[in-house]
């Protein structure tokens, strides 16, 4: 595990140590899930990135024909 030193203003500490007392966790595991949750979301938009380079409109249409062409179940209707 490694250590990084951290400067905050203190308005966002006090945030950040009252989120944390609600959540029941310290600041550390707040801070720490913080920055995952983040480095997931940016890390998915570049996964998405990367297959949709991958994809295209004739395999998209032909997967879309392959189909059968009946009406959806009512639940599923917008």
């Known amino acids: 595990m ?6 905050l203003p203190d308005s966002l500490h006090k945030q950040i140590r009252k989120l944390a007392i ?3 966790i310290s600041i550390n595991q707040f801070l720490s899930t913080a920055a995952a949750e983040k480095m997931a979301a940016l890390l998915t938009v570049e996964y ?5 380079k991958r994809g295209s ?18 639940y599923d209707k917008l």
């Open 48 to 52: 998405l990135e990367e297959r949709a």
């Open 22 to 24: 609600q959540e029941g």
């Open 57 to 74: 409109r004739e395999k998209f249409e032909a997967a879309l024909a392959s189909l059968p062409d009946v009406e959806p179940a009512d």
């Open 2 to 7: 490694s250590t990084i030193s951290l400067r």
